[in-house]
C-alpha cells in the first residue's frame, strides 16, 4: 500500500524540512506492515499558513497534488493539515481514499469519548473547526477549541517547548471545559499526543495517526468516497 501525505505548504518553505522530518517520525513507525509513506509538497505556496486567506488559496495547488497522487497509482492520499483543506473537492476528483487529518481526528474522539476539545495554534482556526465539526456532524461533541501562544515553527524546533505549552492548555481544558478526550489539532504537534495521553490520563488523538489508519482501513476494505455523494466534476471552459 502507497500513501501520499500531501502537506500543504510550499516545498521552499523554512518549515518544509522541520515538517517532513515530523511527519515521518509520527507515521511510519504506526504504520502497518507494507504501508509506504510519500511526503509530498506543493509545488507552489505560501510558506505557512496563518490566515484564512493563506488557507482559502492554497486549495488549487492542494488538489493538484491530490490528482498526482492518482496519477502515479497511489492507494490513498492524506491532506495533511487538520484544518482539512480542500477536502471535500478533492473527494470529487479521484477515485482513490481522500482522509482529511480534521475529519478523522474528530471521528475518532467522538467514538471514544463523549465530549472533545481541540488544541491548536492559530486563533484563525477556532471557527474552522468549529464549522467542520458542524458539517461533520459531531457539533455536539465538540466542548471547545483553544489556542496556544507559540509559534508552530518554535513547536518544530524545541519539542520540549511544544509538549509543555499543549500541556498547559489542554490541563485548563480538562478542569474548565469539561472534555473527556483531546485533538493535537495542528499537523506541527504530530507525534506529541502519546507523550500527552500519559500524563493527562485521558485519550489524545493525534489526527496525523488517525488519518493514516483511516486510509490504510478504507484501503483494506476496497472502499472508497461515494460518487454519488462526490460525482466527477463535469468538464466546463475555464473562460
Known amino acids: 500500500m502507497k500513501v501520499s501525505v500531501v502537506l500543504p505548504v510550499s516545498r521552499a518553505s523554512p518549515l518544509a524540512g522541520h515538517l517532513k522530518n515530523v511527519s515521518e517520525d509520527c507515521l511510519n513507525p504506526v504504520a502497518q506492515q507494507g504501508t509506504e509513506i510519500v511526503v509530498e509538497f506543493l509545488d507552489k505556496g505560501f510558506e505557512k499558513i496563518y490566515s484564512l486567506y493563506n488557507y482559502t488559496l492554497?486549495?488549487?495547488?492542494?488538489?493538484?497534488?491530490?490528482?498526482?497522487?492518482?496519477?502515479?497509482?497511489?492507494?490513498?492520499?492524506?491532506?495533511?493539515?487538520?484544518?482539512?483543506?480542500?477536502?471535500?473537492?478533492?473527494?470529487?476528483?479521484?477515485?482513490?481514499?481522500?482522509?482529511?487529518?480534521?475529519?478523522?481526528?474528530?471521528?475518532?474522539?467522538?467514538?471514544?469519548?463523549?465530549?472533545?476539545?481541540?488544541?491548536?495554534?492559530?486563533?484563525?482556526?477556532?471557527?474552522?473547526?468549529?464549522?467542520?465539526?458542524?458539517?461533520?456532524?459531531?457539533?455536539d461533541r465538540l466542548t471547545s477549541v483553544r489556542t496556544i501562544?507559540?509559534?508552530?515553527?518554535?513547536?518544530?524546533?524545541?519539542?520540549?517547548?511544544?509538549?509543555?505549552?499543549?500541556?498547559?492548555v489542554s490541563t485548563k481544558i480538562l478542569e474548565q471545559d469539561n472534555a473527556d478526550t483531546l485533538i493535537v489539532g495542528f499537523s506541527g504537534g504530530a507525534g506529541l499526543a502519546e507523550s500527552l495521553q500519559e500524563t493527562l490520563h485521558v485519550p489524545v488523538?493525534?489526527?496525523?495517526?488517525?488519518?493514516?489508519?483511516?486510509?490504510?482501513?478504507?484501503?483494506?476494505?476496497?472502499?472508497?468516497?461515494?460518487?454519488?455523494?462526490?460525482p466527477k466534476p463535469s468538464k466546463i471552459r475555464w473562460i
Open 149 to 168: 501562544e507559540v509559534l508552530p515553527i518554535d513547536f518544530l524546533k524545541d519539542r520540549n517547548k511544544a509538549k509543555k505549552a499543549m500541556l498547559t
Open 205 to 230: 488523538v493525534d489526527p496525523a495517526v488517525a488519518s493514516l489508519k483511516y486510509a490504510e482501513l478504507l484501503v483494506g476494505m476496497r472502499l472508497t468516497q461515494s460518487k454519488r455523494a462526490y
Open 58 to 139: 492554497q486549495v488549487p495547488e492542494i488538489l493538484k497534488k491530490v490528482k498526482d497522487a492518482e496519477d502515479k497509482r497511489f492507494d490513498a492520499v492524506i491532506i495533511a493539515n487538520t484544518a482539512d483543506p480542500g477536502l471535500e473537492a478533492a473527494k470529487e476528483i479521484v477515485k482513490i481514499p481522500v482522509v482529511g487529518m480534521g475529519q478523522a481526528a474528530m471521528t475518532a474522539a467522538s467514538m471514544i469519548g463523549r465530549k472533545f476539545s481541540i488544541v491548536t495554534v492559530q486563533k484563525y482556526l477556532i471557527p474552522i473547526f468549529e464549522q467542520l465539526a458542524q458539517f461533520y456532524g459531531v457539533k
